[in-house]
């Protein structure tokens, strides 16, 4: 099992939306709506944003939508806040009872 | 209101056992995924294994000979062994929760770094 692709990098100016993309194979990503992003700021422990590609658990911002297209799933961080400048990580199933991450994009707000 | 925090040694020797403990307050361990998360450095996230419900576990491949977890429901804690670590063990380690097989994780505990080195 390998990592699932994240850019490294991305960046927006407050107002913008940007999305992170993450690609898998058709043994985790492409097989299952299982996938889910979190957010996480320096020091903290990972919150989750989406789960199963599309859902919001409770309190999540409707800024941040996902999406999922073959083997590639993507979040969407619609009007860009300062507060979003963090390290966002993909995750999804792979079968057999195991979990893939990503590794990790960093946002940066301009 | 479910929080984990992590504990234990922050260094371990190469070759030696990596032990942590996951304490949860606030919830039951019953019927959950307790899982453990790492996070080396510079590097991305590894998924290592769970325990569910105190009976069942399945760990990641790249870990499985290495790796136990366990639980303690009288304590309301979750356990990670790792043994024989090298420096490529060297990472934060967190413990988190999915409600299902394939779940999304949370909460997580803050994590705890683990150091090997001699």
């Known amino acids: 099992q390998s990592a699932l692709t994240q850019p490294a990098s991305v960046s927006g100016s407050p107002g913008q939306s940007i999305t992170i993309s993450c690609t898998g194979t058709s043994s985790d990503v492409g097989n299952y709506n299982l996938v889910s992003w979190y957010q996480q700021h320096p020091g903290k422990a990972p919150k989750v944003l989406i789960s199963e590609v599309t859902k919001r658990p409770s309190g999540v911002s409707n800024r941040f939508s996902g999406s999922k297209f073959g083997n590639t799933a993507s979040l969407t961080i619609s009007g860009l806040q300062a507060e979003d400048e963090a390290d966002y990580y993909c995750c999804s199933y792979a079968g057999s009872a195991t979990w893939l991450f990503g590794g990790g994009t960093n946002l940066t707000v301009l | 209101q479910v929080q984990l925090q992590e504990s234990g040694p922050g260094l371990v020797k190469p070759s030696e056992t990596l032990s942590l403990t996951c304490t949860v307050s606030g919830g039951s361990l019953r019927s959950y995924y307790w899982s453990w998360v790492r996070q080396p450095p510079q590097r991305a996230m590894e998924w290592i294994g769970y325990s569910f419900d105190g009976g069942s576990t399945n760990y990641n491949p790249s870990l499985k000979s290495r790796a136990s977890i366990s639980i303690d429901t009288s304590k309301n804690q979750v356990s990670l062994k790792l043994t024989s670590v090298t420096a490529a063990d060297t990472a934060v380690y967190y413990c988190?929760?999915?409600?299902?097989?394939?779940?999304?994780?949370?909460?997580w505990g803050q994590g705890t770094l683990v150091t090997v080195s001699s």
């Open positions: 988190a929760r999915a409600m299902t097989t394939g779940g999304w994780f949370g909460p």
